[in-house]
Structures are given as C-alpha cells and as structure tokens.
C-alpha cells in the first residue's frame, strides 16, 4: 500500500497541504454517561470509562504523525503483522467520529497513513458498545476529530514529506465556515508516493525433502490519490436540524510490477536443486463514495433522530503473471496467466433513533434497516501459443446480498452512588449467495439477540468499581466469501469461503480505579472466529490462502495504566498489559489443534514541553509486543521506537514537525505455522522506518466550528 512521488529540497517548501479538520459536537447518545475516571489533571492522556478507554492527544506532540501511526501508539491497541487486534482479536471496527469508512482493510490502512494527526483529539478503544451501536464487530474503535466553537472562516495549507525507503507527500486545503444556522466545512488532500513491502517467504514439504525460498520486494506506485469531504448542518430552529455530507477517495491507478525468484533446496543434502522467476504485474483503480443525509428533532426531553446512508464502492485489478521454470531433470519451461477482477458493492441503509431524558434516568430505542449488494466478476486467462484466452474453468461470476433488520432498547439509571444501564438489540439477517465456479449456493435468514449490562459504585471519593458483560458479532468481509481462486504465481492461490460463518464475542470486564491507578480484568469467549489460514498441498507443491473459520478462541488478561505528571512541562504515561491466548483450529489432517501463547504489551511514552510559551513539544514513545498467536500462526515478538518534534511560530499561526517512526528498524515479524504436515514461515516487513517532516499554516479564525459529519452504518465498515 504504498505510493510514489519525488521530492527535491527546493520543492519541499511550496509543499502545502489543506489539513483536514472534521470536527463533530459532542453527541449525547453516543457515550455512556457512567462516571468518567479521569487519570490525572484536567486532560489526562489516559481517562477511564465504564465501557471503553480514552486516550487523549489534543496539543501533545503526536499529532504531528498519521492516523495510522496514532492507532499503533494507542494503549489496548496491539498491531500484530499490520493488523489491529483489542484484546487478541482483529475483527473490530474502526469509525471516525462514530463514522464508518466504506473501504478494505488495505484501502482503510493507506486512508489512515494519509490522515493528518494534527486534526484528531483522542481516539477511544471501546471494548463494549452499548446497545445503540450495531452489534457488528468484537470492538470499537473510534478516532475523534477536534472541536472548535466560535462562528467565522477558517482555513488550513499543510504538507507532508514522508521519507522511508522511498519518498511520499501529501497536499490539502482544508475550510470551514459557521453561521447561527449553517455550518459548512470540507477538506480536499491529493497524495503520491511509492509503497514497499518486504517478504522472504519459506515453504518446507517434509516428504519431497524440499524447502522453497521466495524473495519478494513489493513496490507498489500510486502517483495520485485524491481523499475528500463535504459536510453541512443547518439548524431550521434551536429544535431542528439536517445534516446533509458526502465523502471519498480515488486511486485511479496503483502498479505493481514484482519480480520474485523462487530457490528450491534439497533438504538432506541443502544444494539448490530448481528455481523459477516469477514477474507479476498488477494494476489497481479504486474508489468509494459515500452520502448521507440526517434529520435531528427535539420535543422537550424527547428526540428523534432519522439517519440515511449510501455507499458505492468499486475495485478492478488486472494482473499479468508469467513465471520461468527451470526445474532439475525437466527443460527450462515458460507459463503465462492474467485475471481480471471487478468488484461492485451498493449499500443503503435508514436508521430511527429516539431518546428520552430525565434527571437520573435515560431511556432509548430505534430501528434500523441496511441492505447490500456485492457483485464479482474475475475473468481468467491463459496463455495459448504466446497470445492469452478466456478460460470459463476458473473465471467466476460471484453474487451477495444481505439484508438486516436490526432493534434496540437501553436504559439508564443513577441513585447515590449507582449507576446501571441495560441494553438489548436483536438483528435479523437474511443473505444470499450465488457463485458460479465453484457452485456455491446459501440463502438463509437467523436471527440473533445481543445484550449488554454496565455497573459502576463509587465506594470512595478516590475509588471506584465497575463491571460490564456485552455480546457481540463479527459478519465477514463480503469480499472474504467468494470462493473463487485468485492466484498470486502458479503455486499460490488465495480462495474465500461462501459459507463463512459469523463470529460471536462474550465480553466481560471488571474495573477498579484507586486515585489516578487504573486496573481491568477481562475475559472472552470467541465462538468460530475468522481469519486467513495458509495451507500446503504436497501432491500439486501448491500453498493456499484460505479465509476461513477456525474453530474457538479463548482470552483472559489484565491491564492497568497511568499519566503522570512530573512537572507542568512534563508528561509521562504507562500502558500495560498479559493476556492469556488460546486458538482452537481443524488442521489439514482432521485432527482438532491448539495453538496457546501468554502475551503481554508495554507501552511507555512521554511528552515534554521545552519552553515557556509552550512552542517546543517533544514526545518519544517505546511500545513492545511479546510473541502472540493468530489461528495456525505463531507471530514473533516486535518493538518500535518513535521521537517526535514540533514548533510553532508567528502567533502560533505556522507549525513545523519532524518524526522519526521505527527507530531501529525494530518493527517486523515472523510469521509460522508448524503442525502435521505443514511447515512455513515469512518474514514480514512494512517500511516502517522513516523520517516525516509536517508544514502547517493555519489561516482564519482557528476557532471555528466544523459541520458534524453524521455516523455511517456498520456494513460499510465490512467492505
């Protein structure tokens, strides 16, 4: 997921990019009003609530990296080979200003290494939604955009240099403009830069005596990819509102162009004995668009609230891969194959919200109805005396619809030093899936009840106890449940699952809070959580990716964390965490696998402020991953290192920063799986290492308040 663009020192400086600002009003119905614990001082880094965590950034040094870096940065949250994970899982959300993003896993990482920190206030790890939330989804995790509250124009010029192994940037314009009434704001970014991935792949077949070696450098170009944003809120009176937005990206073109040499050693004897080169040329064109449109009125201590939502998102990808065999006792041979893939998913989705509050009691209800359509169409070709053919026996034509009716009900209440609050909602989930090649056929309709149950006591002015039990699910990733084969090379293949089942969480979580000390058990019961399994197939030497369903996983762990505050100028935070893994998964032989690690997480960091007048900021933050388990996969242990500095000049009216991400190169895995007959392992590593310098100049009234951009639907998050 990486981009390209060239920079020299003379074209650094006219580099201005328009930061985006969205900025969101508190929402009253999206937190659980259950006595915040506050960590230390007014705003603490890290602040306590019933059912999530809250991790502060506003004005602290870490706003100069991205929104992806941020996340990495965030206590709770554990990156295991690029993947966020809460709590040993990766199936969670992740929303911004309790906003879902219509995007893939790799689209959403590369929005979020484009997003500028500067806008983000805190982000929240919310372990155990309350009843309003879909049910989608093991955990939460929600990025909040700064607020700002005067009327007026503002405006922003930023840009972004990002060097690694090769050079990036970013150009924006971000605006806003408030009135009594109307509120407009919207962002424009363009950015352009090459993005690397490093594997060394290793596949050993114990009974041919073979070990398979891959050396893999994945250079992918993006010269253009244009994000934007469009939001508005117009008050008809002090009791009505509409909100009207839309919001994208575009990548026209992504290239890839790999050439990976495969070595084949002969294990009893360690002499090479075959080889092939593969050249692998894959081209991209991607984009979303989402819309939305939000009616909110009051009727003294009622409201109600009518949301509605589109999404459109398309991806094609046209691959060419030819492969040069030269294997011992056979004539050096040449295969050739393309695919071409279009992907077309549509989402619509209207929700009703009412609330009624009165002095200590909340009550709140709505419904809501989604329904999706994904279409995919790959065509296969294969190579026919030098020119490339149509092949019907491994194209496909891959349909899916779903369609949700979702309920909820939740209550609060407050009495000395209680508070409770209970919440039920039940989704209704119909789909239908029709593949081609191979024939896959499932249409069925399940419904699923999903309660959540908060407890706080206040047992001392400094004191405090909670408890909270929540269920969850994790629908797939439409494009995880086609069936059909995408091949990477001739002995490779990645293959979904049209039967793929729902994942359920059972979450519980006790809390105690002793002055300004945080501590938290928990545990969690994953019923056949999903993830992508590889596979090796001795007779055919052939290894397939396969997302499918394992079948148990068990966690239970604690964590405790701190700010303190050594001087005014000084800030020091400690996050963390030992959890107890265990994946339960059906091995190639039949057999029932466990796969058990005991891991922890430290995540220690400070921020200074080197002057008076609060223009130098320096921050460094050291975070360490033990070795975990994911499925059939053992990861190995990781660490990274980041310092972070920021000035700001003329009023406070230009800043510039300088990050230096990954200090050590420290920040890579190895990722294995060894049971039966199957033996591999792949290095894995992501251009983590590299130095970002951030030019700001901020324009207007710096106070002005962003239109709210209302909350997308659940599904979008899937796609």
Known sequence: MKLHITFTLSMLLPIIVWAQTPQKPKEKDTTIVLNAVSVSGKKPMLKRKADRLEFNIENTPLQNLNGWDILKNTPNVVVKNEE???????????????????????????????????????????????????????AVLNIKMKQNKLLGYKGTLSSRYHQSIYAKGRLGLAQSFNTDKLQVSGNYDFVSGNYVRKNFDVVIFDNNNTRWESDMVRKSQSHQQHLYNFS????????????????????????????????????????????????????????????????DKKFGNHNLTLSNNYSNNTHREDQDVATTLR???????????????????????????????????????????????????????TDNGGSLIFDP???????????????????????KKWEMKL?????????????????????????????????????????????SYGKRISRPNYSFLNPSKSYYNLYAYFQG???????????????????????????SYIKNPSMEISIQNPETFETKYHYTNIRKGEIIGMNFSKSFSITNLWKLNLFAMGEYNEDFFMGVDGQLYKNNVFFYNANLSTQITLDKAKTWDLSASYNYNSKSVQGSFTISPSQRTNIVLNKKMFNKRFETGLVLNDLFKTDKNTISTRYANQNQYFKDYRDTQYFMIN??????????????AARKTDEQKRM
Do not use: C
Not at 84 to 110: A, P
Not at 238 to 251: E, H, I, V, W
Not at 508 to 520: G, M, Q
């Open 84 to 138: 966020l994970t809460i709590r040993g899982s990766s199936q969670i959300l992740v929303t911004i200003n309790d906003k879902r993003t219509m995007m893939t896993q790799e689209q959403l990482k590369m929005f979020l290494e484009n997003m500028d920190g500067n806008n983000i206030s805190s982000i929240e790890v919310i372990t155990n939604p309350p009843a309003k939330y879909e049910a989608q989804g093991g």
């Open 232 to 295: 508005s809120q117009y008050s008809l009176d002090s009791l009505t509102t509409f909100q009207l937005g839309f919001d994208g990206t575009f990548n026209p073109n992504l290239v890839g162009r790999y050439n990976v040499p495969t070595n084949i050693y002969n294990t009893l004897t360690n002499q090479l004995e075959s080889n092939y080169v593969t050249l692998n040329q894959r081209d991209q064109r991607y984009g979303n668009f989402n819309a939305y449109l939000v009616l």
């Open 327 to 381: 294997f011992i006792n056979q004539p050096e041979e040449y295969r050739r194959f393309a695919n071409n893939s279009n992907q077309h998913i549509k989402l619509y989705a209207t929700q009703l919200d009412y609330r009624l509050a009165e002095n200590s009691f909340t009550l709140e209800g709505g419904l809501k109805y989604s329904y999706v359509n994904n279409r995919n169409d790959l065509r296969f070709l």
């Open 393 to 415: 026996t491994r194209s496909n034509l891959f349909n899916y619809e779903e369609n949700i009716y979702a309920a909820y009900l939740s209550s609060e209440y407050k009495w």
């Open 423 to 467: 919440g039920l909602r039940s989704e209704t989930t119909r789909i239908n899936t029709d593949s081609d090649n191979p024939v896959a056929q499932n249409a069925n309709t399940r419904t699923n009840i999903f309660p959540t149950f908060y407890l706080m006591h206040q047992l001392k002015e400094d004191q405090q106890l909670g408890f």
């Open 497 to 523: 699952d049209a039967n793929l089942q729902s994942t359920m969480f059972h979450n519980i979580s006790l809390t105690y809070t002793l002055k300004d000390w945080n501590f938290e058990t928990y545990y």
């Open 695 to 708: 030019l700001k100049f901020h324009f207007g009234n710096q106070k002005v308040k962003d239109a709210k």
